[in-house]
């Protein structure tokens, strides 16, 4: 009986850590369902376990998209000149974009919520262009860009994207 206790107490603290998981709500432009968009690629696994996918684009390579396929979450991270693999634990955030309906923002805008909700919710939001709006918006050298985007078809919010911070390249 004592050795199966402390047989099982060594697998557990043998075994990886297992993903926290993820809240399903997007607070203002800063945290993706606890990951926040300053951090790196291995605090992304930290919340969202081992990704679905890793990918440079083709003739890429200083990006990577990684996808959660069943959180419906897809990041898009970069490498900085001390970092070689984009994908890689040390990866930087660009962007995080999450599809799935159990996804919401912190003041209740949720996808497949109407336009007219997401009007409501966000009444400084601005449309950038047809089915782009963003929520909140940041500045970088003097320009505006979005913080927090929504995407809207068909009078529907299909998607959130949060945008890290912007650093010199």
Same mark, same amino acid.
């Given at each position: ?96 974009? *999450?599809?799935?309906?159990?996804? %919401?923002?912190?003041? &209740? $805008? ?5 336009? +007219? =909700?997401? !009007? ?11 089915? *782009?709006?963003?929520?909140?918006? %940041?500045?970088?050298? &003097? $320009? ?5 985007? +929504? =995407?809207? !078809? ?16």
């Amino acid at each position: 009986m004592h050795r199966a206790v402390i047989l099982g107490l060594a697998l557990l603290l043998l075994a990886p850590a297992a993903a926290a998981a993820p809240t399903f709500v997007i607070t203002r432009d800063v945290n993706i369902g606890g990951f926040d968009r300053g951090a790196r690629v291995d605090r992304a696994v930290a919340v969202f376990g081992q990704p679905t996918s890793r990918l440079v684009p083709r003739g890429g390579w200083d990006k990577c998209e990684i996808k959660w396929t069943a959180l419906g979450v897809s990041m898009v991270t970069h490498h900085v000149a001390a970092v070689k693999d984009p994908c890689g634990p040390e990866g930087r955030h660009v962007s995080t974009t *999450v599809t799935d309906r159990r996804w %919401r923002t912190s003041v &209740g $805008l949720k996808i497949g919520d109407p336009l +007219a =909700k997401l !009007r409501k919710l966000y009444p400084r939001g601005y449309r950038d262009q047809p089915g *782009v709006w963003w929520l909140t918006i %940041r500045q970088w050298a &003097g $320009l505006p860009f979005p913080g927090l985007e +929504a =995407k809207v !078809r068909n009078g529907k919010v299909v998607a959130l994207t949060v945008y890290g911070p912007r650093t010199p390249s």
